[in-house]
Nanobody, 114 residues
Framework: QLQACGGGLVQPGGSLRLSCAAS????????IGWFRQAPGKEREGVSC????????YYADSVKGRFTISRDRARKMLYLQMNSLKPEDTAVYYC?????????WGQGTLVTVSS
């Protein structure tokens, strides 16, 4: 089970850090990442980190502003979001994948507005 938190209301240009905690399993062998779904839009990938070499991927829209990281010991996944824009407003979900096993967190709402 994954539990995401850290969302909230922030002004444009502000920062937030999302956290995703795993319970019942470790994240060591999972590819993990963040997705988001804005109102009226499809869910899209934001960032992910591999299970093997910790290589990372970022969507073009967040490159240079968002940073994904994991803490293996604490079974946590993070997304540091800086220079937030109104178009970053969405529900953010964490996801873990290992082979055919997929787990989603419940989502946390990020609203960027003045």
């Amino acid at each position: 089970q994954l539990q995401a938190c850290g969302g909230g209301l922030v002004q444009p240009g502000g920062s937030l850090r999302l956290s995703c905690a795993a319970s019942g399993f470790t994240l060591d062998d999972y590819a993990i990442g963040w997705f988001r779904q804005a109102p009226g839009k499809e869910r899209e990938g934001v960032s992910c980190i591999s299970s093997s070499d910790n290589s990372t991927y970022y969507a073009d829209s967040v490159k240079g502003r968002f940073t994904i990281s994991r803490d293996r010991a604490r079974k946590m996944l993070y997304l540091q979001m800086n220079s937030l824009k109104p178009e970053d407003t969405a529900v953010y979900y964490c996801k873990a994948v290992r082979g055919l096993i997929t787990s989603w967190g419940q989502g946390t709402l990020v609203t960027v507005s003045s």
